[in-house]
């Protein structure tokens, strides 16, 4: 599953080479200054809505891009885990939702930063 890199400047979600493949593209980077915040949800599938780009197994998993409305997500989630939803500004993407044990922590350490 997807990791979170995270540094002063920076946040990346660093794929899996199946999951490149799955998502069509490589690993996301966006800087810090981006994040407008973050939140933990128990699963993250439950967020996504719109036309997918990637890969997906309806109601189990969704690596790509999701598109709804006026909204860009790339999400890496599988049903049932908990992940973090990170909103975003001026990037190619408005959020990123991706799937992470420790998502509350990540969260919480996202949102405070900002």
């Given at each position: 599953?997807?990791?979170?890199?995270?540094?002063?400047?920076?946040?990346?979600?660093?794929?899996?080479?199946?999951?490149?493949?799955?998502?069509?593209?490589?690993?996301?980077?966006?800087?810090?200054?981006?994040?407008?915040?973050?939140?933990?949800?128990?699963?993250?599938?439950?967020?996504?809505?719109?036309?997918?780009?990637?890969?997906?197994?309806?109601?189990v998993l969704?690596?790509?891009?999701?598109?709804?409305?006026?909204?860009?997500?790339?999400?890496?989630?599988?049903?049932?885990?908990?992940?973090?939803?990170?909103?975003?500004?001026?990037?190619?993407?408005?959020?990123?939702?991706?799937?992470?044990?420790?998502?509350?922590?990540?969260?919480?350490?996202?949102?405070?930063?900002?």
């Open positions: 599953m997807a990791t979170l890199s995270i540094d002063d400047d920076a946040l990346a979600v660093q794929l899996s080479a199946v999951e490149k493949i799955g998502a069509l593209r490589g690993n996301v980077t966006v800087p810090r200054s981006a994040i407008m915040g973050a939140r933990a949800v128990p699963d993250g599938m439950k967020e996504l809505h719109g036309t997918r780009v990637g890969t997906g197994i309806p109601g969704v690596i790509g891009t999701i598109r709804s409305g006026g909204s860009v997500t790339f999400a890496v989630c599988r049903a049932n885990r908990p992940a973090v939803v990170i909103d975003l500004t001026g990037q190619q993407y408005d959020r990123l939702v991706v799937s992470l044990a420790d998502a509350e922590a990540i969260a919480a350490t996202l949102d405070k930063a900002h």
